[in-house]
């Protein structure tokens, strides 16, 4: 598998454009305004278009910065126990860290989206 970061912002229609129109209404749902150094799985290109996975959603978009990274420790939606509060926690967005080369978790915990950025360093797998 292929991981990328990438990025794209929506500021207007010709932005939109970049969007495989099946793809448009999801984009508005889920990355009202785009997004930034987002990490997605990489899954190939088709009909000009470079296709994006993040957990459950695939994108597919034309004019995206993207750049090939490491896959990154974890998956969106995984459960994950968190040493540092000591409780369980999903995984709800991967970003990545421009300076330090890595990704960035964001996760779920009892309901809300912790305020914390974590790291692989800072997330155990539940086995």
Same mark, same amino acid.
């Given at each position: 598998?292929?991981?990328?970061?990438?990025?794209?912002?929506?500021?207007?229609?010709?932005?939109? =454009?970049?969007?495989?129109?099946?793809?448009?209404?999801l984009?508005?749902?889920?990355?009202?305004s &785009?997004?930034?150094?987002?990490?997605?799985?990489?899954? &190939?290109?088709s009909?000009?278009y470079?296709?994006?996975?993040? &957990?459950?959603?695939?994108?597919?978009?034309?004019?995206a910065?993207?750049?090939?990274?490491? =896959?990154?420790?974890?998956?969106v &939606?995984?459960?994950?126990?968190?040493?540092?509060?000591?409780?369980?926690?999903?995984?709800?967005?991967?970003?990545?860290?421009?300076?330090?080369?890595?990704?960035?978790?964001?996760?779920?915990?009892?309901?809300?989206?912790?305020?914390y950025?974590?790291?692989?360093?800072d997330?155990?797998a539940?086995?």
């Open positions: 598998m292929k991981y990328c970061y990438s990025s794209l912002l929506i500021l207007n229609e010709d932005d939109i =454009a970049n969007i495989h129109p099946s793809d448009r209404e984009v508005s749902k889920q990355y009202t &785009g997004w930034q150094r987002c990490c997605f799985e990489y899954l &190939g290109e009909e000009g470079k296709i994006l996975k993040d &957990g459950e959603n695939i994108l597919r978009v034309k004019e910065y993207i750049e090939e990274v490491p =896959a990154p420790g974890f998956k &939606g995984e459960v994950v126990f968190l040493p540092r509060k000591k409780v369980n926690g999903v995984i709800k967005k991967i970003h990545w860290h421009i300076k330090k080369c890595m990704p960035i978790y964001t996760i779920v915990v009892n309901g809300k989206v912790s305020g950025q974590y790291f692989d360093t997330i155990e539940i086995v």
